[in-house]
């Protein structure tokens, strides 16, 4: 308890540092990283905790950052109240909004709910587009950030300590608000809402009440999305965005409450590091996000959980050469995947095809990773495909290890204890 | 009375696509449990392969053979994915297949490119059926609906009338019952898996030459065949007939409509306010019909929260 508190203090004073650490490109970086987190904490303050399944949490999002930019051009752009606080209008924006959807979409559960959900933000990206008045068409609504409190809001770093304080602050509540009972009432929706019914609650209002204060969270993130990008345009309602929040929190996990944060912001920086490099980001997120719903259903923090508890049990020096290879096997997988994916995009690239006929005589060769390979050369595709072959066995051989360790514990254990009652049995 | 007829016929078709796509949805769902997300993914699958055959080996040999591949990879899916994350419950497979529809949409970016390819109806079948006034009404869409129709027959008759139709019903209807009398249930479950996802391929290796095929095909029928289910009720197929021809026949004849709300006003009276008010008030009808059908399906939960044909909660 006492590591983790000590681990969060060292993470709040490393974000208060970062704007003097690191260069503007990656404040801005650290900007989208946080709302992000943000915005994944409050979507599973509803599924993970809540247990219901949003397929179109960008709708809040959305009519946050909208209420957000509205809000700013209020009264002749002077601002409905001083810049740092207008997040407050995307919250009541969210909430709201939030009360409404979620009467409707709460009166299903289960699957039925995930597609009320997707319904409801299909509706709205159907619709806004033809409302230009509150969305602006297919421009958007642009404004400008005015200055408060003798802050300009005009530098990088002044949006970045304001998004950090909002998202601090709001992370906080939330966490605050699984320690109230209706909190806990949440995950009692979660674990078993008949039984809550029977003993005496209204379902539907609470669930309705969850929704509402996830989707103001989400009106927060989106407001300090707005904020940031001093415009909003209707294709934040995509269900790109539903669909990025939903990957983010359960790469990250969840069941452990910064989990979702922590699977967003890295995403978002790999996102931001990697988005240059390659076109096929979102096959890599799709694929890790399959990966780790097949393999590791508890997400990178649940993972890190469980193997910190084993870790603790059976001792470092035992667990650590499976944990190398598992190490080394995932290596081995990522970078067959990704040199074949890479490879792939390129050779089915329009722009390698017009090449490739313009050349006239065969495939020229293509440039990955810094060094040029033939695409009719066995030896280009061998390697990526060895690369994952190897990756496998590897893997099977330290999930073997892994849990060889584990079971012979176990097995250790019991012997023990007849040991034991048979010393007692027959003194 | 050209129009009527028209919109009438298109509606008609439409609703019939839709069938085709919601008709393996929801008896995979009312089987299996499983909301499966991919499932608008199939029928992007099957227009992309019998593109990309078509090229090769004709335009009907290419959807058959369309058809038979994706209801391949249904299998795929069914044995090498969702067998595994059962034990997690079904969220956890509506996640897995939400990620699997991702994985599809990016691959399939991937290989053809994030724009539209040229698979388009053969000459020989783009000839007019007949002429309503000055519109020539193409035959490939009488085709289409035909199609659609004789695939819900033999579908129905297998249900009904085979031994094979039996053991499916048994196994939609009590799987551990089934299973005692000694029938292969989770094999029953990937056949259906495999036969929903191919009845997918083949409506989107036949509407795909119609309308367009690109990356975004999937994600724009798909969340249209979720309301679909959701209209028709939980894993029924008549309710999915009834739905698909619901909406096919409201976004048929509402993008010919002209009218806004502030006209309904006008007729009671209160015409200039609502133009005053603006915003939802002067949009026409033929801007909403996008919106439509989700106004259908609130409507419905609203007043029938088990759907038109839908038994349970």
Known sequence: MKIRRLLLLAAIIGLVLVPVLLSQSLINAAIQMLIASLFACAFSLLCGQGGMLSFGHAAYFGVGAFATVHAMNAFGGAGLLPTPFLPLVGAAMGLVVGLIAGWFATKRTGVYFAMITLALAELLYALAPHIKGWFGGEAGVSSMRMPAFGLSFGSNTQVYYLTLAWVLVSLGLLYLFTLTPLGRLTLGLRENARRLSFLGYDVHRVSVLVFAISAMFSGIAGSLQALNMEAANYVIFDLQGSAEVLLNSFIGGVTVFLGPALGAALMTFFGYLVSDMTHAWLLYKGLLFVVVML???????????????????????????????????????????????????????????????????????????????????????????????????????????????????????TLLARDSAAARGQP | MDYFLVSLLNGLIYGLLLFMVSAGLTLIFGMMGVLNFAHASFYMLGAYFAYLLGRYIGFW?????????????????????????????????????????????????????????????????????????????????????????????????????????????????????????????????????????ALAGLAGAVAGAFYTTNPNMAIELGVLVFVVVVVGGLGSLEGAMLASLLIGLLTAFSVGVDYSLADLFTWLGAGDWARRMGGLFTLKLSGLSATLPYALMLLILLVRPSGLMGEKE
């Open chain 2, 61 to 197: 040999p290419a959807i058959v053979c369309a058809t038979a591949l994706v209801g391949l990879v249904g299998v795929v899916v069914e044995r090498y994915f969702l067998r595994k994350v059962h034990k997690y419950g079904h969220a956890h497979e509506l996640l897995l297949t939400f990620g699997l529809s991702f994985i599809i949409a990016e691959l399939v970016k991937l290989f053809f490119g994030n724009y539209p390819v040229d698979y388009h109806v053969p000459a020989m079948l783009s000839f007019p059926a007949f002429h309503a006034g000055p519109l020539a009404y193409p035959a490939y869409r009488l085709i289409m609906g035909a199609i659609a129709l004789l695939m819900f027959g033999v579908i129905y008759l297998l249900l009904t009338r085979t031994r094979v139709g039996i053991i499916v019903r048994s196994a939609i209807y009590k799987p551990a019952m089934a299973e005692a009398l000694g029938h292969n249930v989770p094999r029953v479950f990937m056949a259906v898996f495999g036969v929903g996802a």
């Open chain 1, 295 to 413: 393999f590791i259903p508890r997400g990178i923090a649940g993972l890190v959980q469980s193997v910190t508890a084993d870790i603790r049990r059976q001792g470092l020096a035992r667990m650590a050469p499976s944990m190398a290879l598992y190490v080394a096997a995932s290596i081995l997988l990522m970078a067959g995947t990704v040199y074949l994916v890479e490879m792939l995009q390129r050779f089915f690239s329009q722009d390698y095809r017009s090449l490739a006929a313009l050349n006239g005589k065969g495939w020229p060769p293509i440039a990955v990773f810094g060094s040029h390979w033939a695409p009719t050369s066995v030896l280009t595709w061998a390697a990526p495909i060895l690369a994952l072959i190897a990756g496998l066995a590897v893997l099977r051989l330290a999930h073997a290890r892994w849990t060889s360790i584990l079971e012979n514990e176990e097995g250790v254990q």
